[in-house]
């Protein structure tokens, strides 16, 4: 078992930067991978940015690349994201999501490989 909590977010202006952290805890394994999956009301969950503690790779959403960055600090269990020019459709909870076993780099961006998910942090970027 695997537990995640999820801290940061917030509401902040288009243009702006926000981060949000992810503390993993509960298990003796470290998630395998794990990462930043968002939903905005009325769509689906969708993978945002992933990162493999086996290979060391990390995985974005196009729409999100080259803006936020995702970052893992083993020794503390923790995993980070940090987000710079936010857009109005970045607006979503956002979700931490981890899973103990190897998952297909063709799959790691979507929801059904995480078996671990935390509560979710609210990040709303207005206008």
């Known amino acids: 078992q695997v537990e995640l909590v999820e801290s940061g977010g917030g509401s902040v202006q288009a243009g702006g930067s926000l981060s949000v952290s992810c503390a993993a805890s509960?298990?003796?394994?470290?998630?395998?991978?794990w990462g930043w999956f968002r939903q905005a009301p009325g769509k689906e969950r969708e993978g945002v940015a992933v990162s493999s503690r086996l290979t060391g790779k990390t995985y974005y959403a196009d729409s999100v690349k080259g803006r936020f960055t995702i970052s893992r600090d083993n020794a503390n269990n923790t995993l980070s994201l940090q987000m710079n020019s936010l857009k109005q459709e970045d607006t979503a909870m956002y979700y931490c999501a981890a899973t103990t076993t190897i998952v297909a780099a063709t799959q790691v961006l979507m929801v059904r490989p995480y078996k671990y998910w935390g509560q979710g942090t609210q990040v709303t970027v207005s206008s």
């Open positions: 509960g298990s003796t394994n470290q998630p395998a991978i």
